[in-house]
């Protein structure tokens, strides 16, 4: 089985974010691995050591390769950086364009990647690729077993009414929730190792990319400023004591805040 | 012309669900400032509670009637729905930030090389009916407002509960069915069965009101007193990764960073500490209530109505006071 991983190093979600200005964010250096593409490696990995194989980390990122790192460190063979600072301001779509243009061509039975990214929580690129690829895709599995003869797998699908149980031809794109299995930690030594590891690196300009499908150029939506959440109205906290806090409670729910 | 705004009719066993009344409602706002028509794009089969209780609420009704499309996949719809788009070139197109809409919009949009803005929580337009969205980043510590460019459709995937569903008077769509053939050698996914959630209740994304407990509940038997406060409330019952982590409750009930985003009109939260990871899940519920035993406990600072409190002493009096006042 030839699996390539989609990985991308995120913003912790400790990490604070600040509103520089309107259409800038500042982001705390307190990065790590999504969450979620971690569970896309432990995924891949447990296929290949049943059915060998190899395994590739990819990320499209100009500045950080830890998430390959981690990738390897966990036990990937090989990780690939696609960075070109003319990629900056690429979204999601952009991102999935450039994916298939590296992918196009190479052979493969699998792609994984997260449900969604730690950052923008959009859950764009792995179906958007696929669509490229022209290959099917399922969302957000928290089963998966694979049969290599028959090219086909059996994944479970977390839907709003309960799980659904799918077949799906191989080659095809699937996004990892939680559920699907618990990531291991890699040993120290292997993160040792991984520090050194050969990451191969492509620009867009090889794949050719033509400038304005990527970068902030290529945008459909567009940012016009972000904002803080909003903001919450200071808690009201009902001191009386029991059980007349419970009765008074009722009464807010009703007459203040009209919910019930 | 002013071309339509579109709204695709989520279904469940025939009945239509809620996000897609909240849709057509905000739609049909929306077409009062642009005199755009609205439409609800219905797929499936046996479609006929669904097609009727849609008709108070849009100006059309594009009916697509296949066996091969239901139960859902992505390219059963995508196959359906993409010569449809082509052709009719809507100015908008809307799905619930669903298990169906996210999965769906991003594939139609990379085909169609058009602008999706996924999980906003806020939506507005222009009298040229350009739409501008707002939508959580880093999990709702950051709002991003954004506007579509030129491209058609507008494609977004919404939240439940963004808008209110309200009765239109008067208003009675027009059914139009839509021939479609569907080749089934191209469809490459089939959906064996649907293991069913076990209760009746709303997923906790749906639910308007949602109750929940954490690891001050101490133990998977003690959800008891959570689940009757529901059944009173007609809730739906969350918790925290902590809890799921135990083993307590299934991991579909889990709200947060790595669960899933509510927007409940109501959200209860007992024994529940307030870590970040799960106050990321609760930041577009409108109304919060937490009670929990540590007066410095975190999720005080995100609630409306808090108390300090034991939580077994609260809770089941909560459920008879709510019995008696609800009941009169
Ligand atoms: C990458 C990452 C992702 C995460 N994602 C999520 C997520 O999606 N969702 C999530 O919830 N968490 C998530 N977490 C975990 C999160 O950080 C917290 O550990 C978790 O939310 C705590 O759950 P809790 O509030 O149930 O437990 P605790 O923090 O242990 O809180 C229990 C609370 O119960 C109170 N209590 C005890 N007894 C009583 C009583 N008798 N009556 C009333 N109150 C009582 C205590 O005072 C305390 O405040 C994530 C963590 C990481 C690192």
Redesign the pocket.
């Known amino acids: 089985m030839d699996i390539f991983v989609l990985v991308k190093q995120v913003p912790d979600?400790e990490a604070t974010i600040r509103i520089k200005t309107d259409t800038e964010l500042e982001i705390e250096n307190k990065y790590f691995t999504n969450?979620f593409d971690e569970i896309a490696i432990e995924a891949a990995l447990r296929l290949k050591e049943k059915f060998g194989g190899k395994v590739t980390v990819l990320t499209v990122d100009h500045r950080r390769v830890d998430a390959l790192r981690r990738g390897i460190s966990m036990g990937a063979d090989e990780a690939v950086q696609i960075a070109d600072p003319a990629l900056e301001g690429s979204d999601p779509f952009a991102i999935a364009r450039i994916l298939t243009a590296y992918l196009k061509d190479k052979p493969f039975d699998l792609i994984l990647a997260g449900r969604q990214a730690m950052d923008d929580d959009s859950g764009i690129v792995g179906i958007a690729l696929a669509e490229a690829l022209n290959i099917p895709h399922v969302h957000s599995i928290i089963g998966l077993e694979v049969d290599p003869s028959k090219k086909e797998a059996k994944v479970i699908r977390e839907v709003e009414n309960g799980k659904e149980h799918l077949t799906c031809p191989l080659p095809a794109l699937f996004t990892c929730q939680k559920g699907l299995n618990t990531p291991r930690i890699p040993l120290v030594m292997n993160v040792m190792k991984a520090m050194k590891a050969q990451i191969k690196k492509v620009d867009s300009a090889s794949l050719g990319m033509e400038p304005n499908k990527v970068g902030s150029s290529s945008l459909q939506v567009k940012v016009l400023r972000y904002l803080p959440p909003p903001k919450r109205p200071p808690v009201k906290m009902i001191k009386e004591d029991y059980p007349e806090n419970v009765k008074i409670l009722v009464r807010l729910l009703r007459e203040e805040a009209k919910v019930l | 012309m002013a071309k339509e705004i579109w709204v695709l009719a989520e279904h469940q066993e025939g009945k239509v669900k809620g996000i897609t009344f909240e849709l057509l409602s905000g739609s049909i706002e929306f077409s009062k400032q642009t005199g755009q028509k609205v439409a609800a794009i219905l797929l499936g089969s046996g479609l006929e509670e669904a097609t009727k209780s849609l008709i108070p609420f849009a100006d059309k009704i594009y009916l697509l009637e296949n066996p091969l499309l239901s139960p859902y996949t992505s390219d059963a719809y995508e196959s359906a729905l993409l010569p449809l788009l082509k052709e009719h070139e809507p100015s908008i197109f809307l799905g619930g930030a669903t298990s169906t809409g996210k999965d769906l919009f991003p594939r139609l949009a990379m085909h169609l090389e058009t602008g999706y803005a996924p999980d906003c929580t806020e939506l507005s337009v222009n009298e040229e009916g350009r739409l501008t969205i707002k939508r959580p980043l880093f999990g709702g510590k950051v709002f991003a407002e954004m506007v579509f460019s030129e491209a058609r459709p507008q494609m977004a995937t919404v939240r439940n509960h963004t808008f209110l569903i309200r009765e239109n008077p008067g208003r009675s769509a027009e059914v139009l069915p839509i021939p479609t053939r569907l080749d089934p050698s191209s469809l490459k996914k089939r959906v064996i069965h649907l293991e069913k959630s076990p209760g009746a209740r709303l997923d906790i994304t749906e639910a308007d009101i949602v109750v929940a407990a954490?690891?001050?509940i101490?133990g998977p038997e003690n959800f008891k007193l959570i689940e009757d406060l529901a059944e009173v409330l007609n809730a739906s019952v969350g918790t925290?990764?902590?809890?799921v982590d135990e083993g307590w409750r299934d991991l579909k009930d889990?709200?947060?960073?790595?669960?899933k985003n509510i927007s409940a009109r109501l959200y209860m939260a007992?024994?529940?500490?307030?870590?970040?990871?799960?106050i990321l899940?609760i930041g577009t519920c409108k109304t919060i209530v937490a009670?929990?035993?540590?007066p410095n406990?975190l999720?005080f600072n995100y609630a409306d109505y808090g108390i300090v409190?034991?939580?077994?002493k609260i809770v089941p009096a909560l459920t008879e006071e709510l019995k008696r006042v609800l009941a009169s």
Request: cysteine-free; overall charge positive.
């Open positions: 979600p969450f | 954490g690891r001050g101490k925290t990764r902590a809890v889990q709200i947060g960073k790595s669960g007992f024994g529940i500490s307030g870590a970040i990871h799960h899940g009670v929990d035993t540590d406990a999720i409190g034991d939580l077994f």
